[in-house]
């Protein structure tokens, strides 16, 4: 991507004040067991496609993981390095459905007219060949309930509870907006009033976090729910990338947050998660994608914390 059109991408993402303005989601059906619903749950029906190195990707691997389904609900991934014409499939990682070259074929595929950015994760269906839903915390909310009948030993597994709801959509809320959304709002900054609207709240939620898991072992309910997982995939890239990448350097996880430490690493080393981690796809894509920030394209050497130990009983 020439330096022209990677300062015209970083720009559109901001508005006139520097500050860094995420899309909405434009497709959102949702699959629901209903008679006569567009969309139904049916085994081989459905189809992700993610990116290793996407935190709301991420979010869906690891519920699909949770829940069982792999063997309900296919997956392609991307390969990490996005370029000019988005997320593409190329070196052994390949759209089994279509052969497409970029995640944009698939969108173009669904609507021919699409104009807005190219966005991993898609829920894809097989049999009308459209997309289904491309917002991710809505997406794992359809794994969490929606194909029950068809994984009944998982079914009372529920990150979403009725008796939590509203405590979790609080807490969503402020981690999505300081947090989640947060790091890329300090990172893609383009002024330096616009960095630090958003890099001094990053750091007071995290204090919030540190002090609600100093308390418990999660974040709501003291039981692992979508709260968890949603922030835990920012948390898990936090100090190998948005620490200094995305200059959120005033404190890191590892040396600053011992509570977040524990609990990112005792999700980490719940059956199937470690599996939905893979650090190369995370630091390759954001080192050597984002070159507004990092023209080099050097890598850090760091990983962050292991998270696989000491073991978490």
């Known amino acids: 991507m020439t330096s022209t059109k990677v300062q015209a991408e970083i720009y559109k993402w901001a508005n006139k004040d520097g500050e860094y303005k995420r899309q909405v ?26 990116s290793y190195a996407c935190p709301w990707a991420h979010r869906t691997l690891m519920v699909r ?111 999505y907006d300081t947090i989640n959304n947060g790091v890329y709002k300090s990172g893609f900054a383009t002024t330096q009033a616009a960095y630090e609207k958003n890099v001094y709240p990053l750091f007071v939620s995290l204090d919030r976090v540190e002090g609600i898991l100093s308390k418990s072992d999660y974040l ?44 990112a690493r005792r999700i980490y080393q719940m059956p199937k998660i470690a599996e939905t981690v893979n650090m190369e796809h995370i630091k390759s894509h954001y080192y050597q994608s984002h070159i507004q920030i990092n023209p080099t394209g050097i890598v850090s050497a760091g990983t962050g914390p292991n998270l696989a130990e000491p073991k978490i009983v």
């Open 25 to 50: 989601s434009s497709f959102r059906d949702m699959i629901v067991d209903e008679p006569g619903a567009k969309f139904t749950p049916e085994a081989g029906r459905y189809h992700l496609y993610v």
């Open 65 to 175: 993981a949770l829940k069982g389904l792999e063997d309900i609900i296919s997956v392609d991934t991307v390969h990490w390095h996005m370029q000019e014409k988005g997320w593409p499939f190329k070196d052994g990682y390949k759209d089994s459905l279509y052969g497409s070259e970029f995640v944009r074929d698939l969108y173009f595929k669904a609507e021919p007219d699409y104009s807005a950015r190219f966005t991993v994760p898609i829920l894809w269906d097989k049999k009308t060949q459209t997309i289904v839903n491309n917002e991710s915390s809505e997406i794992i909310r359809m794994l969490n309930t929606a194909f029950n009948k068809l994984v009944p030993e998982k079914a009372e597994i529920n990150y979403y509870p009725d008796n939590l709801k509203a405590e979790i959509d609080s807490v969503n809320e402020w981690v």
């Open 220 to 263: 709501v309910g003291n039981t692992l729910t979508e709260a968890d997982l949603r922030l835990w995939t920012t948390i898990v890239r936090f100090d190998p990338v948005y620490h200094g990448h995305f200059k959120c350097n005033i404190k890191s996880i590892e040396k600053d947050y011992p509570h977040i430490l524990k609990w």
